[in-house]
């Protein structure tokens, strides 16, 4: 199923549900980010989807991270909250999704890296590599957020 986010954009589609949603900030012992190339859109993200109804939130990401990365991840930290009513994500099933998305931080406690039917590549990436990954900026805005080290989580 295809995907279209859109920010800010006035010809959006209006959305017609609201998803509650966990991502994870997972790091190596190098420091460098855990990323997947989505296959949806072709556009590299941080792990992660919606929470299901026996989930908690961070077990919703550590669910997300297993099922799109084959990593096991332990919850370190929160990273943010991602509410912004701008944000609109149209799937091609006629789904359009307002997304409320909380961001964790999270370590590697096992399993061996692997693309799923979510990802088309995912892979480890340097701090300094991030910016010439094609991604959408709401991504972009978390991972700031990650990698400036804030002692307080980002609440939007």
């Known amino acids: ?3 279209t986010e859109y920010y800010d ?3 959006a589609p209006e959305p017609n549900s609201l998803v509650v949603a966990a991502s994870a900030a997972v790091t190596d012992d190098a420091g460098r980010v855990l990323m997947q190339r989505r296959s949806d859109n072709g556009l590299w993200a ?3 989807g919606g929470m299901d109804m026996n989930d908690s939130l ?3 990401a550590v669910r997300e991270v297993k099922e799109e990365t084959g990593l ?3 919850i370190t930290g929160l990273v943010g909250t991602y509410t912004d009513p701008r944000h609109v994500i149209a799937y091609s099933d006629g789904e359009v999704r307002r997304q ?3 961001c964790f931080r999270a370590r590697v406690v096992g ?3 692997a693309v799923s039917d979510e990802s088309t590549e995912v892979r480890f990436v340097s701090p300094g590599e991030l910016g010439a990954l094609p ?3 709401t991504q972009r805005l978390r991972l700031e957020h990650f990698l400036e080290g804030r002692e307080e989580p980002y609440l939007g």
């Open 111 to 113: 399993g061996v890296l």
């Open 9 to 11: 954009d006035p010809s």
């Open 1 to 3: 199923m295809a995907r």
């Open 58 to 60: 961070p077990g919703a």
């Open 46 to 48: 941080l792990p992660g």
């Open 100 to 102: 409320f998305n909380v």
């Open 135 to 137: 991604m959408h900026h």
């Open 72 to 74: 096991d991840v332990e």
